[in-house]
Nanobody, 120 residues
Framework: QVQLVESGGGLVQPGGSLRLSCTAS????????MGWYRQAPGKQRELVAD???????NYADSVKARFTISKSNTQNAVYLQMNNLKPEDTAVYYC??????????????WGQGTQVTVSS
């Protein structure tokens, strides 16, 4: 079983920055992409950004030009640099890993989530 451990959340003032990290407990066979999702109170979980093993990236419109996703060369860690944070970025942020196993069955692993609060 793969565990994803997130860190880096916290309380920050509007306009501030945070860097989230997510590390997998082991290398993951068949991984296709790593990403970050978030869920604010009373709202559905939404994609923030993801990155494929080939380094293609995808961002939600609301975070473009403010957030940057990257991953380690070993592809067992993913990061989210968040700049110019806004109160509407407040949410629990979850790390995700998607891929297919040796039997070509799709899988998706999730981290436990890390709270990001943007408030003055």
């Amino acid at each position: 079983q793969v565990q994803l451990v997130e860190s880096g959340g916290g309380l920050v003032q509007p306009g501030g920055s945070l860097r989230l990290s997510c590390t997998a407990s082991r290398l993951i066979f068949g991984m296709n992409a790593m990403g970050w999702y978030r869920q604010a109170p009373g709202k559905q979980r939404e994609l923030v950004a993801d990155i494929t093993t080939g380094d293609s990236t995808n961002y939600a419109d609301s975070v473009k030009a403010r957030f940057t996703i990257s991953k380690s060369n070993t592809q067992n860690a993913v990061y989210l640099q968040m700049n110019n944070l806004k109160p509407e970025d407040t949410a629990v942020y979850y790390c995700s890993v998607k891929g297919s196993d040796i039997f070509r069955r799709d899988y998706e692993y999730w981290g436990q989530g890390t709270q990001v609060t943007v408030s003055s």
